[in-house]
């Protein structure tokens, strides 16, 4: 058993406690990880709000983070000892059939547990003044150790700065995804992105990189408008600065409309905008954002039955052990942008701070 630090999220709404921590040992299966980075998440906020239907407390929250294996279980061949690694919230088994489907990265092998907050087995392996603290995501990176199931970690390159290269285990990989997998953006195109917060700039940069020639960035905080311009944004527009609702300023401005949309903010109301700002006959519109419990999205079906798409995304499409070590790859090489995202570093103990910064669009 290690004893490390972690930030602990006793109850919902409550800021995160810095805690002494007890980790066990990896059973059959599992990786127990040194963590070395970790991001913060609007789904970490989410979670710690109490919207989250799936939420349980004591949890340690956490899902964008980098590591090195400290120690395996029984059984485990993938990663060794004092390999680098990315803990995955979608992992890989390759066995069940949405691994072997190529239309989808959703591996469903240990999605019940990890709804639950628990190993395979149905135990954590976190305690805390005696008490069993859950698991978050399958990945729990707000510790200085966790323990992930083999099929939720991806080995990567040694060189890879992992304070930069955590944040391919969520936004960046997510909104990248979204524009080259899901939507399929075409050369030439015209492309409006819908918040431009981590995860809006990641969409930016994927449309860019796939040749995209008009990218337009919608947000009602204009702070973010130079660094959406730095990622690849050709103009960037407030709804708030025109009477007319946003998808009919959308249309004029496209000349019927654009060829892809992203909703990035996870706002039912803005994704009707998004699907309704797309091109009549071939428009796409992709949700990236996740909506609160409960929330329905709604539209005309005619909207539909005139030829556009209404589309969703889980970690940009990406099969996970597969690809984000070439995800780190094309980072190395310079083919995509991960330091740019980095707005703030903190020690761990400043975690607190950290959420406050995301929360007030820093």
Known sequence: VIKCKAAVAWEAGKPLSIEEVEVAPPKAH???????????????????????????????????????????????????????????????????????????????????????????????????????????????????????????????????PLDKVCLLGCGISTGYGAAVNTAKVEPGSTCAVFGLGGVGLAVIMGCKIAGASRIIGIDINKDKYAKAKEFGATECISPQDSKKPIQEVLVEMTDGGVDYSFECIGNVGVMRAALEACHKGWGVSVIVGVAAAGQEISTRPFQLVTGRTWKGTAFGGWKSVDSVPKLVTEYMSKKIKVDEFVTHTLPFDKINEAFELMHSGK
Do not use: W
């Open 30 to 160: 599992e990786v127990r990880i040194k963590i070395v980075a970790t991001a913060v998440c609007h789904t970490d906020a989410y979670t710690l709000s109490g919207a989250d239907p799936e939420g349980c407390f004591p949890v340690i929250l956490g899902h964008e983070g980098a590591g090195i294996v400290e120690s395996v279980g029984e059984g485990v061949t993938k990663v060794k000892k004092g390999d680098t690694v990315i803990p995955l919230y979608i992992p890989q088994c390759g066995e069940c059939k949405f691994c072997k489907n190529p239309k989808t990265n959703l591996c469903q092998k240990i999605r019940i547990t990890q709804g639950k907050g628990v190993m395979p087995d149905g135990t954590s392996r976190f305690t805390c003044k005696g008490k069993q603290i859950f698991h978050f995501m399958g990945t729990s990176t707000f510790s200085e150790y966790t323990v992930v199931t083999d099929i939720s970690v991806a080995k990567i390159d040694t060189a890879a």
